[in-house]
């Protein structure tokens, strides 16, 4: 009985702590062509009584506009800090990363285990890992985050916590191309250039 009791009291602080998962991208305004560097992590380890969240494994879905964006086949990288190749475990700290199409949106969904608990310790935000893509078309996106997980370490076989999630916005603009001024300011000075040579 005292042995249910405590677990139930780690569950408990477990789940209060107000963990985020967030996907981010490290610019707000793209040009057609651009690489889009998305970055998922998690936030808010700490609770109002400096309390860490820690976990053991994680599951994350987004979808984005395929319309705007292509995803870069192999892009996907992790950003635990043991790298993709832990000896310590049958398991890899790499994402499980699986794509999935409906529509113009496609989901990006990763999952992974493996994140040991030593390696979190002190820190209020971890990144899980970042994935590229390729703007390809004009228009304002949105990479939204749909259910994502977290399982204590205490018990990683325990059902997982659903965490709250964030979107990330940006624009892809149209590649500027060169103003009439400059050009015509360009075109003057080719033939400055070449007057002062052909006096000379």
Known sequence: MKKLLLLLVAMATFNANAAIISVTTDKAVYNVGDTVTATVSISDLFNANSEQTLFSAYTTMFTFDAAILELMT????????????????PFPAEPFFTPTESGSSVGVMSSSINFIEASQLGRNTIGLFTVNFIANAIGDSVLTMGVSTISAPSDPFSPPTIVPTQNASFSVAQVPAPSTGLLAALALAGLALSRRRANA
């Open 74 to 89: 192999g892009s996907t990288m992790s950003l635990s800090p043991y790298g993709p190749d832990l000896a310590l475990s």
